[in-house]
Structures are given as C-alpha cells and as structure tokens.
C-alpha cells in the first residue's frame, strides 16, 4: 500500500476504533486535498509572478548592458523627457528620425568615412490618437541645408551627421524632431533575421547585380517570407521607372511588416537576439528605459501598427521637389493631429505685448502662411518678457503648430471659452527673434559656398525644370 494514502487513512479513522478491512476514505478526505491546491495558489502565484518579475528585470538590465545611448552628439529636444512616465508610459507626443545610412566607397571598392542618409523616415507616437505614423522621405528630395546651401537632402549626413540631419528636416517639414535612430549599413537586414524574416508580397520579378554596391537581388513575384539579405535587396532593387519613390514604398512595406511581425507573442521568444541585433548596429539618444517605453507603446497601440506615407513632390530632372501646399496639408493631420479645414477655422488672437510697433502683424502673417484665417490683431496695455502662446481648445495641435513656426515660445492650456481658440501673446523676445528670422532668410554667399566633406559634391545650383511625372 501507498504510505502516503496509509497515513491519509489513519488521519480520517474516529480516535480508540480499530480499522477492519480495507481502508475507506472519509468525508473529510476532499476537503483534505482541496487544502492541498490552496497552499498551492497560495504560494505558487507568488512565485510564478516574482519569476515573471525576474525575468523582466534581467531582459531590462540586458537593454543597459548592450544598447549603446546617450552619445551627446544631439541633445533632448524641448520638453520631450517628461513625455516619459512610468512605468513604461508615453504621456505626450514624440517625434523620432530614422536615419538609414549608406557604405561610400572609393576607385579601389575601400569604404570610406563618408556615408549619406539613405533612408530618412519620421515617426510619431501620437498619444492623443493612440496611434503611430511615419513620413518617409526620399533621399533625392530638394532641401536647403543649414550653411550649405540647397543640396539633396541625404548629403546632409555627409555634412554634419545627425544633427545637421536633424536640422535640415525640421527645416523642410517644419515638425521639431526630439530623437533620432540611426541604422548602420547592414542593421536592418539584422533586425529582420532576429525575428525570422518578414512576410512582404514582391510586386514583380527581380533580378539585378549592383557589383560596385556588392549586393544582387534575385527575386520572384508573390507573397513570400524574406530573410534579412532579401529583404535588403527588396528594398534597394533600383530598376524601376520612379527610382527611388518606388524604393520608398517597398521600404515601408517591409517596416510593416517587421511592426505587424513584433506584434505578435512569439516574437518575445527572440528578443535576446532582437535586443543584441538593434544594440550592435544602432545609434541613438534614447534611453534604454525610453526604448522599452516606445516598444511597449508601439505594441499595443490601436488599430494598423503604423500609417506610413511619403512626402508629397514631383520628380525633377535633379531632385525630388517637394509640393508645399501638400506638405503642409499631410504634415499638420500626421504630426499635429488637425486638419487644414480645422485651421483654417479656428479663431486665432495675436496680442502685440513687445513693445515694438508693427510686429504683432509680421507674427500674424507667419500664422497666416500656416493656413490660418481668421486672425485678429491689437496692442497690450502692458509689455511682456516672453512670447506666450494659449490654446482653449482639447486639440493641441494648432498651439503646437505656431509655436514651432515662431520659434522658442512658452505654451499655455486654459479652459475653453468661446472666444478665440488660441491666443499668441508676442513679447519683447519676439523682437531678436524676428532678427534672427531676418538674417537666416538671407544668408551670405559666402556661407551658400561653403566647402563640402571629401567625397561628397558641391552645393548645386538651385535651377530646376520639372518633368511631368507627378505623385
């Protein structure tokens, strides 16, 4: 006999009786065993949640241990830290930049340390509309490069790496970049790898050998799952009548599908080679906490993993040019979460508080470029120190929008009321600024001439003639 059931027996038997024959379990024999599974619940959830709890922490110590961050060659931008909570809580919108960086190389096929940006995509993490969205931008786009001049926009790495990067988008979009992701040559097609490669449908044959790049693309129409290599040759294939507009929407068509492929629950199985992939090929100054902030958030947003969209232009015999009116019109519903209808009817109040005739109407013609309408202007009673601008409206959107257009402002929320939705307090450091607006609308030619890095060409000239190819 079992000694275990033995001694259950004995425990049930009524105390002096002597027991005959086989032992019989007892009523009081199931409440025995239910005690069992209630010291098990008792301590086994415990252990299994701090287990669970163990290895979060260890997969977060792996993200600070292996994740290089931090490198101090751009700053946080504005008051995108507080847009941090805890724990792992994204309270305001954030704006990143990937920069996907080329290989150069010389007469003798040696890489050189010169590399351009051959993908620049801008993301946002919409808090607001709980939602991610990215503008992609082609490397071949017209755009004015800070000191040097008007030049395809991917040169601007080759020039001052991130920050001038940085700094020629913000200037073409008009959107404050807070972070940035740069990816080294081969990062992407790591990525891919770690997660088992990502399922895109290739739209037709493809079959092309770049020997001076060192890359072929060997593909066949229909859906299909890519290793990293053949996603890389996917996206970079180049025989196409767009060129490189076509190269950017494949690009997005694999970013999805590597979003939709993180999404699932069997990718948390790879994150130890997903985290060791992304920590060896990646540049950023993100935290690692931020990192895993922006991860979490991206993993349970609503709705589609990401809208993607390219920036609106036409194909020039030099450049991609891009379209203003469009721009403006796709960057205000993606990165400022209000349509051009909105602006152009919210009721916009400029206070001239700076003491200084006739700004408080140079203030309200920049608003005005923006698409707003109605706007009213009048003179304070009092001078103020710094330009304020208050919205009365739950859309942030449009206070954001003029005081990124006016620069460094203070940013105020009031309660709504029926009168304007934003007022633009314009004070006495409105008057440098206008000043400094002034000079850079007019740069010298000494600055426009400007010697380029080696390797990389001169500013061109800014003539153009567009074909008629349009998107």
């Given at each position: 006999?079992?000694?275990?059931?033995?001694?259950?027996?004995?425990?049930?038997?009524?105390?002096?009786?002597?027991?005959?024959?086989?032992?019989?379990?007892?009523?009081?024999?199931?409440?025995?065993?239910?005690?069992?599974?209630?010291?098990?619940?008792?301590?086994?959830?415990?252990?299994?949640?701090?287990?669970?709890?163990?290895?979060?922490?260890?997969?977060?110590?792996?993200?600070?241990?292996?994740?290089?961050?931090?490198?101090?060659?751009?700053?946080?931008?504005?008051?995108?830290?507080?847009?941090?909570?805890?724990?792992?809580?994204?309270?305001?919108?954030?704006?990143?930049?990937?920069?996907?960086?080329?290989?150069?190389?010389?007469?003798?096929?040696?890489?050189?340390?010169?590399?351009?940006?051959?993908?620049?995509?801008?993301?946002?993490?919409?808090?607001?509309?709980?939602?991610?969205?990215?503008?992609?931008?082609?490397?071949?786009?017209?755009?004015?490069?800070?000191?040097?001049?008007?030049?395809?926009?991917?040169?601007?790495?080759?020039?001052?790496?991130?920050?001038?990067?940085?700094?020629?988008?913000?200037?073409?979009?008009?959107?404050?970049?807070?972070?940035?992701?740069?990816?080294?040559?081969?990062?992407?097609?790591?990525?891919?790898?770690?997660?088992?490669?990502?399922?895109?449908?290739?739209?037709?044959?493809?079959?092309?050998?770049?020997?001076?790049?060192?890359?072929?693309?060997?593909?066949?129409?229909?859906?299909?799952?890519?290793?990293?290599?053949?996603?890389?040759?996917?996206?970079?294939?180049?025989?196409?009548?767009?060129?490189?507009?076509?190269?950017?929407?494949?690009?997005?068509?694999?970013?999805?599908?590597?979003?939709?492929?993180?999404?699932?629950?069997?990718?948390?199985?790879?994150?130890?080679?997903?985290?060791?992939?992304?920590?060896?090929?990646?540049?950023?100054?993100?935290?690692?906490?931020?990192?895993m902030t922006l991860g979490f958030f991206a993993m349970t947003a609503d709705g589609a993993p990401l809208r993607a969209m390219t920036l609106p232009g036409i194909i020039d015999?030099?450049?991609?040019?891009?379209?203003?009116?469009?721009?403006?019109?796709?960057?205000?519903?993606?990165?400022?979460?209000?349509?051009?209808?909105?602006?152009?009817?919210?009721?916009?109040?400029?206070?001239?508080?700076?003491?200084?005739?006739?700004?408080?109407?140079?203030?309200?013609?920049?608003?005005?470029?923006?698409?707003?309408?109605?706007?009213?202007?009048?003179?304070?009673?009092?001078?103020?120190?710094?330009?304020?601008?208050?919205?009365?409206?739950?859309?942030?959107?449009?206070?954001?929008?003029?005081?990124?257009?006016?620069?460094?402002?203070?940013?105020?929320?009031?309660?709504?009321?029926?009168?304007?939705?934003?007022?633009?307090?314009?004070?006495?450091?409105?008057?440098?600024?206008?000043?400094?607006?002034?000079?850079?609308?007019?740069?010298?030619?000494?600055?426009?001439?400007?010697?380029?890095?080696?390797?990389?060409?001169?500013?061109?000239?800014?003539?153009?003639?567009?074909?008629?190819?349009?998107?």
């Amino acid at each position: 006999m079992d000694p275990e059931r033995e001694r259950d027996n004995q425990e049930i038997e009524a105390p002096g009786r002597e027991a005959v024959g086989p032992p019989v379990p007892g009523p009081e024999a199931a409440p025995r065993r239910g005690r069992r599974w209630l010291r098990w619940i008792t301590w086994g959830v415990p252990l299994l949640a701090l287990t669970m709890g163990g290895i979060a922490l260890g997969l977060y110590i792996y993200v600070l241990s292996q994740v290089t961050v931090g490198t101090g060659e751009v700053a946080v931008r504005g008051g995108a830290a507080e847009a941090f909570g805890w724990p792992l809580r994204l309270t305001e919108r954030v704006n990143i930049l990937l920069i996907g960086i080329d290989e150069t190389l010389d007469n003798r096929r040696r890489v050189v340390n010169v590399a351009r940006a051959d993908t620049l995509l801008l993301a946002t993490f919409d808090v607001e509309r709980d939602r991610m969205a990215a503008l992609s931008i082609p490397r071949d786009t017209r755009a004015e490069i800070p000191r040097f001049g008007v030049q395809k926009i991917n040169a601007s790495y080759a020039y001052g790496g991130p920050r001038l990067t940085i700094r020629t988008v913000e200037q073409l979009v008009g959107v404050e970049v807070h972070y940035y992701v740069k990816l080294g040559a081969n990062s992407f097609s790591r990525l891919i790898d770690a997660v088992g490669g990502v399922e895109v449908e290739v739209d037709r044959d493809m079959k092309y050998t770049d020997s001076w790049a060192g890359f072929r693309v060997d593909l066949k129409k229909g859906r299909q799952k890519l290793t990293g290599e053949q996603a890389m040759g996917f996206v970079r294939f180049r025989s196409d009548p767009l060129g490189d507009i076509t190269r950017v929407d494949r690009q997005q068509r694999v970013l999805m599908s590597l979003l939709a492929q993180l999404r699932q629950p069997s990718t948390a199985l790879a994150a130890p080679s997903l985290l060791k992939a992304f920590a060896e090929n990646t540049e950023t100054n993100l935290t690692p906490a931020q990192l895993m902030t922006l991860g979490f958030f991206a993993m349970t947003a609503d709705g589609a993993p990401l809208r993607a969209m390219t920036l609106p232009g036409i194909i020039d015999e030099l450049y991609y040019v891009p379209d203003a009116a469009k721009v403006r019109e796709v960057v205000a519903e993606m990165f400022y979460g209000v349509t051009t209808e909105e602006i152009a009817g919210a009721q916009i109040e400029v206070v001239n508080a700076s003491g200084t005739s006739g700004l408080g109407r140079q203030v309200a013609a920049r608003i005005e470029a923006l698409g707003f309408r109605t706007i009213s202007v009048r003179a304070s009673e009092t001078i103020e120190e710094r330009t304020t601008v208050i919205n009365r409206t739950p859309r942030k959107g449009f206070s954001r929008m003029i005081a990124r257009t006016l620069g460094k402002v203070q940013l105020l929320e009031e309660e709504p009321t029926e009168g304007p939705a934003v007022t633009v307090v314009v004070a006495r450091d409105a008057v440098r600024g206008a000043y400094r607006m002034e000079k850079r609308q007019r740069p010298p030619a000494a600055e426009l001439g400007r010697a380029a890095p080696e390797g990389v060409p001169p500013p061109i000239s800014t003539s153009h003639v567009p074909l008629t190819v349009q998107r």
